[in-house]
């Protein structure tokens, strides 16, 4: 089989007979037909979660720290605890279908998880994986913006029911963000609060080398944890570099040595110009720090 | 046929021979199967709009506000421009379908537009038209408290990418706040600015009284233009009454002689207490002025 490759979850089945249910599963579906109800939550309310997990060589990339901040952001939104073990096995089956695609490709896997349909017992779930071609030309450097969130930088731990630092389906405001840098001229935005601080990108962890330093905001600001930030952190710190979590001003991220935007997508994307002004750039240590990523 | 009434929107097509185009029209659709494609952006993204109509006798209530408000919201969001004529005859249509449905009780009709599939060309659309019973009992009183929503009064301004005013899909964060009422042992949550505003409901408009006048938040502090509201505050002017639209502060709030919350579907809601302090009511007045809103 190729890519894409659709699977969904299918609920346990209790039985009138005394028998066992049978388990949930994961099973192969139509992608060319509709698999989502219009009472779904998931569109009625952007009442979801999800994540993309990125394929390499047929290996998921970080799949564990995926499957950790799924459940993270499911508790977030009072959704039932997902069964990491069922959604890590749909997973790799859908590599496994995948096939040849898997080895030949750079492959992204999305897991999606809504509250199902209104007022019904059963959450909606499936896994798509599919060749990413999206952002294929973001490594060669992007244009960024910066954009206010419109939150101060403490919001998450005031105001939880805010969501920020969960990954829901609710993200029409982050594709209006980037419409509003396609019309700066720029390929994506930096959030950033209303106190001065750099948050994250719409789809992204921004990476900033600070004197010698590589830091990215914690997660008690209000931004997702990156996973691919973090298995960057990673190498750095495995070549004896230095990497850190702390508040970044947004005077701090002007004044930076170097900027990228991580994404499961498109790795390491290295900032090239930051609200038109130039950011210097250092290709060759992001390209060899992306080939050590890509081989993890 | 009885509700609920579901008519999917079939898209112009293309002819080969030179002959006119079929217009797009609103078609039958079965409820019970899937509609919607995991590759929607109004699922993966909750990239689209969405309008509540309510329906008395048959009759659409305030259907030109809504038409206009979802046209309003596709402008926010960079949608293509609804065809008004085209959702306004749907609504109609499924309002007829409904037959002794629509006469017999108090209906609903959503209207859900999306930016469709990732990467194509049409939107998705449909109506769905249905009995609503989630509201019945708010008629009788709701208890309410305040959460802050984050962000300040002048937001849809100053950062219009955050789509304030707009009536998104991306819902969540409405679906946490209500949550968060319920832990706190409320029925429902007025959204508050950092600068101390009334800003609105998840679901509804705030009106208060004030000095003897019926005010609400104007749109200009980025809240929904409310339809019930609106309605309402004819009813008042109409029999000699003053309403305005003007920020309302919090301490405002909290001093008012009475509170309602507006929204099509329970129409103005009395709030019997206010982050759980007792507010004033006027049974009589609420349940004269409902009746002559239900008789538009």
Not at 230 to 239: G, I, Q, T
Request: glycine residues 8%.
């Amino acid at each position: 089989m190729t890519v894409p490759v659709l699977l969904v979850l299918a609920q346990s089945t209790p039985t009138t007979d005394g028998s066992a249910p049978s388990p949930a599963t994961f099973v192969e579906a139509d992608l060319a037909a509709p698999q989502v109800s219009v009472l779904d939550l998931g569109v009625t309310r952007g009442d979801g979660i999800f994540e993309s997990i990125g394929v390499v060589d047929g290996r998921a990339q970080a799949l564990e720290p995926h499957l950790n901040r799924l459940a993270k952001s499911a508790g977030m939104l009072d959704l039932p605890a997902p069964d990491l073990d069922l959604w890590r096995a749909g997973v790799l089956r859908s590599i496994e279908l995948a096939g040849d695609s898997a080895a030949a490709s750079e492959l992204l896997v999305k897991l999606v998880l809504t509250r199902g349909i209104e007022g019904g017992d059963d959450v909606t779930g499936w896994v798509l994986c599919f060749a990413d071609v999206s952002h294929v030309d973001a490594r060669e450097g992007i244009s960024v913006v910066t954009l206010d969130r419109g939150y101060r930088s403490d919001v998450a731990e005031t105001s939880p029911w805010l969501l920020q630092g969960a990954k829901t389906l609710s993200y029409a405001l982050n594709k209006a963000a980037l419409r509003e840098a396609e019309r700066r001229g720029a390929d994506d935005v930096v959030f950033v609060s209303t106190d001065g601080f750099v948050l994250e990108g719409p789809n992204s962890t921004v990476i900033a080398l600070i004197d010698g330093e590589y830091v990215t905001t914690p997660s008690s600001l209000g931004v997702l944890e990156g996973t691919t930030q973090a298995a960057f952190f990673s190498d750095v710190e495995a070549r004896g570099g230095r990497a850190s979590y702390r508040p970044i001003t947004v005077d701090e991220l002007r004044a930076a040595d170097a900027l990228w935007l991580a994404s499961s997508g498109r790795q390491i994307a290295p900032v090239v110009s930051l609200d038109g002004v130039p950011v210097a750039q250092d290709p060759a240590f992001t390209a060899a720090a992306e080939e050590r990523m890509l081989a993890r």
